[in-house]
Structures are given as C-alpha cells and as structure tokens.
Nanobody, 115 residues
Framework: QVHLVESGGGLVQAGGSLRLSCAAS????????TGWYRQASGKQREFVAR???????TYADSVKGRFTISRDIAKNTVYLQMNSLKPEDTAVYYC?????????WGKGTQVTVSS
C-alpha cells in the first residue's frame, strides 16, 4: 500500500521561505515521477513542479526561479523548497507520485503567505 505524507507547511510572511517534504512508503521515488501540486481556496488544483526518475525537473511558470524540487532517495523523500513566497502562493500543497501505472496523492499541507 502506498502512502505519501506531506509536511512543512505553515504561515509565512511574503518574501519568506518554506521547505515542504513528502515522505513515501510503498513506492520508490527513485523510479517514479514525483510532483507537487497546489489548490487554492475556490480554485482548481494546479501543477507546481515535477521530478522524473532520471532527475529532470519541470516547473510551472508562476514558480520558476523561486521553487526547487529535489529528492533524497535514501530517505525516499521529495522536497519543495519555496523562496520569495507571495500571497498568491497560498494553497494546500499536495505531493504526487506516478509509478507508470497509478497516480498516488498525499493529503496535503497548508501554506499561507501573508502580505
């Protein structure tokens, strides 16, 4: 059974930083496509960043240059370093993993950026 557990969310002032973590069990992040998505109140869930098994990264234009996705294969954990946060980054952030057959989601962690 696959479990993804996000952590690291919280309240931060605009311009600040947070690092989100996503710890996995039942799936290897080293051989999966992993990603971060977010959903603001009243809006649809949107793509934030992706990291392939081979290490290629992709970012949404809105976070490019501010957010960095990375992983620690030994810890089977994916991270999202978020710098220069803006109020519009406020959302629930979800970890996602795709093993070539199924998509798996965590329950999310709230990020709130105050102006």
């Amino acid at each position: 059974q696959v479990h993804l557990v996000e952590s690291g969310g919280g309240l931060v002032q605009a311009g600040g930083s947070l690092r989100l973590s996503c710890a996995a069990s039942g799936i290897s992040f080293g051989s999966s496509v992993t990603g971060w998505y977010r959903q603001a109140s009243g809006k649809q869930r949107e793509f934030v960043a992706r990291l392939t098994g081979s290490g290629l990264t992709t970012y949404a234009d809105s976070v490019k240059g501010r957010f960095t996705i990375s992983r620690d294969i030994a810890k089977n954990t994916v991270y999202l370093q978020m710098n220069s946060l803006k109020p519009e980054d406020t959302a629930v952030y979800y970890c996602n993993a795709y093993n070539g057959v199924y998509y798996y989601w965590g329950k999310g962690t709230q990020v709130t950026v105050s102006s």
